[in-house]
C-alpha cells in the first residue's frame, strides 16, 4: 500500500487538536498520511507502507526528576537508533534520574494517543531534543498525535521547533 501525501493544513482530521494548532503555525513543508492505525507502530509501519527505518523518527517522552521535581522533554531519534536516556539526556537536562514517561502520563500530558505522539503540539515548556541525525534529513516520517495517520516534514524543520536542541542523542 502507498501512502498519499497531503499538505497538513488541509487534513487537520488527521490531526490531534495540538498537533493542528501546531501546523498551522508551522504552514507549508509537514504534510500528512492516513495509514491503518493498527499499524501505528513503528516496524508494522515501515514493512507495511515501504518506508525504511532510516526514514523514520520515533518521540520518545522522557520525564527527569532531580530534587523532588519532575520536568518532561521530547527526544526524536532514528528508528534505527536509540536515545541515550541515562548518558546524554539525563546529563542534558541535568536531571538525577531520567526515564521513559509512563504510558498514560505521557498520554494525558500531550493530548495525543500513545503511538503517536509527536513533537509538533507540545506543551511550550518541553525542551525538544533532535538527534543530529534526524536533524540533517531532508524527510523524515513521524506520528501526528494520532494512530491513524503520520506526518512528513524535515529535520530541518523539527531542529527549528520553538524549544527544540539538536544533540547527538544515540548511544
Known amino acids: 500500500m502507498t501512502l498519499r501525501w497531503t499538505p497538513a493544513t488541509e487534513r487537520a482530521d488527521l490531526l490531534a487538536d495540538p498537533v493542528a494548532r501546531a501546523v498551522t503555525t508551522l504552514g507549508a513543508g509537514v504534510e500528512v498520511a492516513e495509514i491503518d492505525p493498527e499499524l501505528a507502530d513503528t516496524a508494522a509501519f515501515c514493512e507495511r507502507y515501504g518506508v525504511t527505518l532510516d526514514e523514520s ?57 500513545y503511538g503517536g505522539i509527536t513533537p509538533l503540539g507540545l506543551p511550550a515548556d518541553w525542551p525538544v531534543l533532535v538527534d543530529t541525525h534526524v536533524a540533517e534529513h531532508p524527510r523524515v516520517v513521524i506520528g501526528s498525535g494520532v494512530r491513524r495517520s503520520k506526518l512528513a516534514v524535515s529535520g530541518a524543520t523539527l531542529a527549528g521547533l520553538k524549544g527544540a536542541e539538536v544533540l547527538a542523542l544515540a548511544n
Request: proline letters at 2%; charged letters at 25%; hydrophobic letters at 50%.
Open 57 to 113: 523518527a520515533n518521540c520518545v517522552v522522557v520525564a527527569a526528576k532531580r530534587g523532588g521535581e519532575t520536568r518532561y522533554a521530547a527526544c526524536m531519534v532514528l528508528a534505527t537508533m536509540r536515545v541515550d536516556v541515562n548518558g546524554v539526556v539525563r546529563r542534558h537536562l541535568d536531571a538525577r534520574k531520567a526515564s521513559f514517561a509512563p504510558m498514560a502520563q505521557a498520554v494525558e500530558l500531550t493530548g495525543m494517543e
